[in-house]
Each structure stands twice: as C-alpha cells, then as structure tokens.
C-alpha cells in the first residue's frame, strides 16, 4: 500500500543509522552527536506528515467498506477470514496514527490531542480485536 509507505520511512532510516552506528562502533557522546546531526538533517525530512496519516486511515476505511460488501457466506471459514482481515487493516491504519503521533509533524493544533490520544486509541482496537474474537471467531466453540 503506497500510501503507508511514508509513515515508515523515518522508523526505517532511524534503524538503518543505528545500524551504521553500531557496525562502525560509534557510541557514547559521538554516537548522540551522530543522531542529533542526522535528525536535523536526514531523519527531519523523513517524519511523516499529518496528510499522510489522513491517506492511510481512508485508504484503510475504503478497504474495509469492500471487505464488508463482498459476498461471503455468514459463518463459517469465510466469514471469519474477512472478519480478520478488517481487523487488521483497522489495526495497521492505528498504528499509522501511533507512528505519526510518536514521529511526525501533525497538524499544528493537534499536538495535546495526540499525547492523550496514542495510549486510548491502542486499547480501543485491542479491545474491538477482543470483542471480534469473542463474538465471531470463536463464538460457537465451548470451553476446551
């Protein structure tokens, strides 16, 4: 999904540094010198944007409405298999928001709301993970 691949890019650039760092030995004050440097340069143009985010959540939300319509049977091996899946496009599309908001550049007006919001919206899908479990995937099955 090409709309994602933004969101990723500083948390792999970010790992790719370390990993120099660490082959070439770099540690202590040299190696934070060494991130601070590349975080003004490099890693600052690679944070993910706020519109990115945006295009990831809609990409997301139009995989799940086809997902939903698709003519599958009600129960049974099909349905659970869709069920999952938009499962975890819900998720990828919530940890897109986690990354932005650990990484990015939001919107200016919505830096307080994304302190309060990473740890919620975390539970929040868990929780709806839980519920699809319980309610779909193993809803005919009795204790072992």
Do not use: C, H
């Not at 091996?77 to 499962?87: D, E, L, Q, S, Y």
């Amino acid at each position: 999904m090409a709309v994602n691949r933004r969101l990723w890019q500083y948390s792999d650039a970010l790992a790719k540094k370390n990993e120099e760092l660490g082959r070439a030995r770099v540690t202590g004050a040299a190696r934070g010198a060494a991130m601070r440097a590349w975080e003004q340069t490099a890693g600052e143009t690679l944070r993910p944007l706020a519109e990115d985010r945006d295009r990831l959540d809609e990409a997301a939300s139009e995989l799940a409405g086809v997902l939903l319509r698709a003519t599958t049977p009600r129960t049974g091996v099909a349905a659970r298999r869709k069920g999952f899946m938009i499962r975890a496009v819900m998720g990828l599309a919530g940890f897109g928001s986690n990354l932005l908001e650990e990484q990015g550049r939001p919107y200016a007006d919505q830096g307080a709301q994304y302190a309060l919001s990473r740890e919620n919206r975390r539970d929040r899908i868990n929780a709806d993970n839980l519920k699809w479990l319980i309610d779909t995937a193993y809803a005919r099955r009795g204790p072992d």
